[in-house]
Nanobody
Framework: VQLQASGGGLVQPGGSLRLSCAAS????????MFWYRQAPGNQRELVAG???????NYADSVKGRFTVSRDNAKNTVTLQMNSLKPEDTAVYYC???????????????WGQGTLVTVSS
C-alpha cells in the first residue's frame, strides 16, 4: 500500500492551493483519511480529517479556510486550501487508515509529504 501526495507549491498570502493524495496497492478498505502538516522546528500537527462516511474535523487554525474531501471510488483525499497565510507554510502529509487485502487489521499509512510555501 502506498500514498502519493501532490499539489504543493509557492503561493502568495490570500491565495489558494489544492492538495491531493492517492492510495494505491492491495487495498481492501480505507477508514479515516487525514492531512497533517509540519513546519520547521514544530511538531507534526493534524490539519483535517474525514471519515469513511464523510464526517470531517479541522484544526481551529484552518476552520473556514480549508476543506477536506474524499473520493472513495478512487481512494483519494483532497485538501482545498483557501485564504492561505504565511503561517500555513509547512510540509503537508496525507495519512490513511487502511486494511490491506492480506490481513484483517487496519494500519496507518503515510504519504511522502508535499511542501506548501505561503510568501509574497
Amino acid at each position: 500500500v502506498q500514498l502519493q501526495a501532490s499539489g504543493g507549491g509557492l503561493v502568495q498570502p490570500g491565495g489558494s492551493l489544492r492538495l491531493s493524495c492517492a492510495a494505491s496497492g492491495s487495498i481492501f478498505d480505507i477508514n479515516a483519511m487525514f492531512w497533517y502538516r509540519q513546519a520547521p522546528g514544530n511538531q507534526r500537527e493534524l490539519v483535517a480529517g474525514i471519515g469513511s462516511a464523510g464526517s470531517t474535523n479541522y484544526a481551529d487554525s484552518v476552520k473556514g479556510r480549508f476543506t477536506v474531501s474524499r473520493d472513495n471510488a478512487k481512494n483519494t483525499v483532497t485538501l482545498q486550501m483557501n485564504s492561505l497565510k504565511p503561517e500555513d507554510t509547512a510540509v503537508y502529509y496525507c495519512n490513511a487508515v487502511i486494511r490491506s487485502t492480506s490481513g484483517s487489521t487496519y494500519y496507518p499509512y503515510w504519504g511522502q509529504g508535499t511542501l506548501v510555501t505561503v510568501s509574497s
